[in-house]
Every structure is written in structure tokens, then in C-alpha cells.
């Protein structure tokens, strides 16, 4: 005889109108399990907005493409956490100089 077993799941869809993020849903709007967002909190690699009333860790929108720039580089590039903050550290940088010297151009050819 064949013992069949059912799991009950429960499935919860993510459709907030607010632009603040708890980490079960930023978890989810990354694909990730959420105890690696508290691992990525834990490495200072993403930073918390504030938290809500049930303590629980509240994070902007903003957040997700950092996230998933992280995954990118642990999956894809095969950079150790230590090295994905020196290298977010420096995407930041040269963004900042980039931007600096578009606006030093724009100043001399204007």
C-alpha cells in the first residue's frame, strides 16, 4: 500500500501600494530565503530603513536592485561576501565620478 502525504502551503501574494518593504517581502521580490537578507544586514552589505511596530526590519524599494546586484556578483562572479562590499564600494565610487565628469562637461561645452 502507498502512504500519500499532503503539506498544507500557504501562498501569499506581495501587492503593497506602500514603498517600504518588510524582509519576508523583499525576500520574496529577490527570490531569496529571508534569513540571507539578515546575513547581507549582519555583512553591512544593505542597510535597514527603520522598523515597524512589531520590530521587524522595514526596507525602501530601493533596496531590491542592490540585492540583486549582490546575488549577481556571489552566483554569477563567484566574489566572496568581504569582496562584494569592496566592489559595491567602488561600483559607488566610480558611479559619483561619472556623474561628476558629465557634469564638469556639460559646464565646458555648454
Same mark, same amino acid.
Given at each position: 500500500?502507498? %502512504? ?27 527570490g531569496i530565503h529571508?534569513?540571507?537578507? +539578515?546575513?547581507?544586514?549582519? &555583512?553591512? &552589505?544593505?542597510d535597514f530603513m +527603520?522598523?515597524?511596530? +512589531?520590530? *521587524?526590519?522595514?526596507f525602501s524599494a *530601493? ?9 549577481? /556578483?556571489?552566483? =554569477? /562572479? ?9 566592489? /559595491? =564600494?567602488?561600483?559607488?565610487?566610480? *558611479?559619483? &565620478? %561619472?556623474?561628476?565628469?558629465? %557634469? &564638469? =562637461? ?5
Amino acid at each position: 500500500m502507498v %502512504e500519500k502525504r499532503y503539506f498544507m502551503i500557504n501562498v501569499k501574494t506581495v501587492t503593497s501600494s506602500s514603498p517600504f518593504l518588510t524582509r519576508n517581502e523583499l525576500a520574496v521580490h529577490c527570490g531569496i530565503h529571508p534569513d540571507l537578507i +539578515d546575513r547581507f544586514i549582519r &555583512l553591512g &552589505l544593505i542597510d535597514f530603513m +527603520d522598523r515597524d511596530s +512589531d520590530g *521587524e526590519a522595514v526596507f525602501s524599494a *530601493e533596496v531590491i536592485p542592490l540585492v540583486r546586484r549582490i546575488l549577481r /556578483l556571489r552566483n =554569477e /562572479l563567484g566574489v566572496n561576501y568581504a569582496g562584494i562590499g569592496v566592489v /559595491l =564600494e567602488l561600483m559607488a565610487r566610480v *558611479e559619483t &565620478l %561619472e556623474n561628476h565628469i558629465k %557634469e &564638469l =562637461e556639460s559646464r565646458i561645452f555648454a
